[in-house]
């Protein structure tokens, strides 16, 4: 199945490309909003700062391109801050507006545990392998109606959501063993 990688700066564009290579996955990698724009099924990475992604995407059109191709059909997998980056807004380094393709709100882990979270965590779903999954974040969405998948640190959180044919995780799927290359066959099949 033909994917559209998104080449963005702010990800680990090299390391996601090989994993969905590895589960099946025509891709082609591109920061071209006209091909971005029309996809049918694209990928958004992300890691670092939710602001500089965000002014990323603006700076090229690419929040527009992905806009139409959701609203044209195409399914969409956010990964990361990828994956914050469909929410509604983030509090990170003041309050910047995502791309509202899900409703909810990125904020800080607040708590006794250490920020950022980095390492293995179990993920209770309903959609996804039940499993542990690698994560390295220091924010996420605490709760979101779209919600397909929680976790644990410090307190409950969202760790994938689903609105129609726009998906997410926070954790890395590429980083995340078995259960990770299985999100990503599942998406790289998903008609």
């Known amino acids: 199945m033909s994917v559209v990688l998104i080449d963005s700066p702010v ?12 589960a099946g996955a025509d891709l082609l990698v ?16 992300g890691v670092g ?3 500089a992604a965000m002014q990323w995407l ?11 191709a959701v609203h044209d059909g195409a399914a969409l997998l956010g990964i990361c801050v990828g994956h914050q980056l469909l929410f509604d807004l983030s509090y990170e380094m003041g309050t910047t ?3 509202g393709l899900v409703r909810g709100e990125v ?4 708590g006794p545990l250490p920020v950022p979270q980095i390492g293995w965590n179990k993920v209770t779903s309903s959609v996804l392998p039940e499993a542990s999954y690698y994560f390295v974040n ?15 640190y410090g307190g409950p959180f969202v760790a994938a959501v689903q609105n129609g044919r726009v998906f997410g995780v926070q954790f890395h799927p590429e980083k995340s063993s078995k259960a990770g290359l299985q999100v990503l066959r599942s998406f790289v099949a998903w008609t």
């Open 107 to 110: 904020r800080k882990f607040e």
């Open 138 to 152: 220091s924010y996420a969405a605490l709760d979101s109606p779209h919600a397909v998948a929680r976790a644990d």
């Open 11 to 22: 990800a680990n564009v090299a390391n996601i490309a090989r994993a969905l290579r590895a």
């Open 30 to 45: 591109t920061k071209d909003a006209d091909a971005i724009a029309g996809a049918r099924k694209l990928v958004l990475p």
């Open 97 to 99: 507006p995502g791309l």
């Open 49 to 51: 700062s939710f602001i």
């Open 58 to 68: 603006q700076a090229n059109a690419i929040d527009d391109a992905i806009k139409r």
